[in-house]
């Protein structure tokens, strides 16, 4: 029994120093008399809870050791552990249209040369990917909404909003959107009907994840006042969600309403002092329960950064290995400048500036999730990397 935990302690430590998957089997040779061959005597559960904990870069090399561990690594289990394990990072897009579901797949929009969008999902880890059906409705503008999960089919939907008007779609008015959904591994979009809302001006922004088997956005209806809807995945249904923490929006210069770790959050940014609150609703669905998590003032940045652009939190909630200043809370995305914030001694640090204004920073998992337990019916339109 003392035996096999040191084994599987120095297992884990041999791992972090292995210095290439075509040599592994020579070099364990030489650092010790164990032989590759008696690490399959290992139970597999045990092997597999060790191996889930590495970083993904390792693993997809680790594949290649053997045919036990090939097995392992390849089983849809594992690809489940190692994702609640891994810590969060950071992925940058050029694209808004990149939608994030459980951080594991990726829904990206390609513009191609003289013909029309195309709409992949992707598994970026992996190098799956998978085209989308191009929608029955050839309106003159069309972009996803959101890309979330059923538990009660266990199918990913992806639904999408189609504008027939230019100037309706430009300038946020409610005319002629259309909803469509789109079950993934089928081969079109349905039509659901008219969307009940407008979207809000773009200094209100909501780019959410899934939570609680909803889509949550910041909408408008006719007489302009701003509130949360959200999307019922399962019933495929817009209804109405508690309302925002702030009742007078005249103050409020930006604000950005976002999912992290669990938590519907609201970052708001007011007009005048230009100070941030950051609010966090603790009890899903209940009103009473938005708190007021951070405030940043102005004092605490420097002015120029301050007038332009909604503020998005990156990691509230969530396990993180990013490097950061001792006691760092949060990291925060503004403007071009991605800081961490440390909200007890009121520091901050820049971890990466001259952001692209047109790129987009979205926290995800690395995932060992294929997009061949993804789909249904056909999956010829899935496409995975040339092995060659």
């Known amino acids: 029994m003392v035996f096999s935990i040191f084994f599987i302690i120095w297992l884990g430590v041999a791992f972090r120093v292995l210095p290439s998957t075509l040599n592994t089997e020579i070099w364990l040779r030489k650092k010790t008399n164990i032989s590759i061959d008696s690490i399959p005597e290992l139970p597999c559960i045990i092997l597999m809870d060790i191996l889930s904990r590495l970083p993904i870069t390792s693993i997809l090399q680790y594949k290649c050791v053997c045919k036990t561990w090939f097995n392992i690594i390849s089983d849809p289990y594992f690809a489940k552990l190692h994702f609640a394990r891994a810590p969060v990072s950071l992925l940058f897009s050029n694209t808004a249209d990149l939608s994030i579901l459980d ?26 990917y998978m085209a989308l059906p191009q929608p029955k409705n050839d309106g003159f503008k069309r972009r996803i909404l959101g890309f ?19 100037w309706s779609f430009a300038t946020q008015e409610h005319q002629s959107h259309q909803i469509e959904v789109c079950t993934l591994g ?19 922004q909501s780019f959410c994840d899934s939570l609680n088997g909803a889509l949550h956005w910041l909408v408008q209806p006719h007489n302009n006042t701003t509130f949360i809807c959200h999307f019922d995945i399962e019933n495929e249904q817009f209804k109405p969600f508690p309302g925002l923490p ?10 950005h309403l976002g999912v992290s770790g669990g938590f519907l959050y609201l970052c708001e940014k007011f007009l005048t002092s230009y100070s941030v609150e950051i609010w966090v609703m603790k009890d899903y669905g209940v009103k009473q329960s938005w708190t007021k998590e951070f405030v940043i003032s102005n004092a605490e940045w420097t002015n120029s950064i301050w007038n332009r652009g909604p503020v998005q939190i990156l990691n509230y909630g969530l396990y993180t290995k990013m490097e950061t200043m001792e006691g760092a809370e949060l990291y925060i995305l503004h403007n071009s400048e991605l800081s961490a914030y440390n909200a007890k001694r009121h520091e901050r640090k820049i971890q990466v500036c001259g952001i692209d204004p047109f790129h987009f920073v979205i926290p995800y998992v690395p995932s060992l999730v294929t997009l061949k337990e993804a789909v249904i019916g056909e999956s010829s339109q899935l496409q995975c990397p040339d092995k060659r």
């Open 246 to 255: 702030v009742q007078d929006l005249s103050r409020v210069r930006h604000m």
């Open 148 to 166: 979330c999960f059923s538990q009660t089919t266990n199918r990913y939907k992806l639904i999408q909003e189609i504008c027939d008007n230019r």
């Open 186 to 204: 089928t081969k079109k979009w349905r039509n659901i009907g008219d969307f009940p809302y407008s979207f809000p001006k773009s200094e209100y």
């Open 103 to 128: 951080k594991r797949l990726y829904v990206l929009e390609l513009e191609v040369c003289r013909r029309k969008p195309v709409t992949y999902v992707c598994n970026v880890i992996t190098g799956e």
